[in-house]
T-cell receptor
Framework: EPEVTQTPSHQVTQMGQEVILRCVPISNHLYFYWYRQILGQKVEFLVSFYNNEISEKSEIFDDQFSVERPDGSNFTLKIRSTKLEDSAMYFC?????????????FGEGSRLTVL | SQKIEQNSEALNIQEGKTATLTCNYT??????LQWYRQDPGRGPVFLLLIRENEKEKRKERLKVTFDTTLKQSLFHITASQPADSATYLCALPNNAGNMLTFGGGTRLMVKP
């Protein structure tokens, strides 16, 4: 069964360092998302991406964040200068390209710990 | 502003009983609503989607209702099993349909 894969599963970094989280969405999907979940809190939307551009972003997704689909298969989230409050589980998700309605398929997440 | 509310208190029920979880929303007119399951440390897994013109949707032991007047969805698990223990999330799209917003989830504990 096709699945969304994310790497690394866990990353520990120092405050101020750059981090890149990687995702391989399901191969024929066209819509891509990043969400985050701080421990014990809700799943929060960060950004959606379609047709090689951002289609929606939240207030969380400020200038420190960027996304890229560099090679047609990977979808990355970069945090330029990490802060303590960026510590969270980051989930990538993808959706098939059948209009505006459809289920999201989530990866297992990348846990980011900022020290 | 748009808001999604799920009961933040855990729901504890006995195996074999029906679990009913509630999702209320304000300042939305969603074209559909989705329910997901999340296990600890794992990503959400899609369960059911119900559209605004559907009153009820069923899938095996799961049933979802959608009342756009009350702005509420109910999620039922019949003949519950300990393996159903998880956090259940409801999610609504924005008007453009390019993002889903998740509720805080309700944790369900099914005791044998």
């Amino acid at each position: 069964e096709p699945e969304v894969t994310q790497t690394p599963s866990h990353q520990v970094t120092q405050m101020g360092q750059e981090v890149i989280l990687r995702c391989v969405p399901i191969s024929n999907h066209l819509y891509f998302y990043w969400y985050r979940q701080i421990l014990g809190q809700k799943v929060e939307f960060l950004v959606s991406f379609y047709n090689n551009e951002i289609s929606e972003k939240s207030e969380i997704f400020d200038d420190q964040f960027s996304v890229e689909r560099p090679d047609g298969s990977n979808f990355t989230l970069k945090i330029r200068s990490t802060k303590l409050e960026d510590s969270a589980m980051y989930f990538c998700a993808s959706r098939a390209g059948t209009g505006r309605v459809g289920e999201l398929f989530f990866g297992e997440g990348s846990r980011l710990t900022v020290l | 502003s748009q808001k999604i509310e799920q009961n933040s208190e855990a729901l504890n029920i006995q195996e074999g009983k029906t679990a009913t979880l509630t999702c209320n929303y304000t300042n939305y007119s969603p074209a559909y609503l989705q329910w997901y399951r999340q296990d600890p440390g794992r990503g959400p897994v899609f369960l059911l989607l119900i559209r605004e013109n559907e009153k009820e949707k069923r899938k095996e032991r799961l049933k979802v209702t959608f009342d756009t007047t009350l702005k509420q969805s109910l999620f039922h698990i019949t003949a519950s099993q300990p393996a159903d223990s998880a956090t259940y999330l409801c999610a609504l799209p924005n008007n453009a349909g390019n993002m889903l917003t998740f509720g805080g989830g309700t944790r369900l504990m099914v005791k044998p």
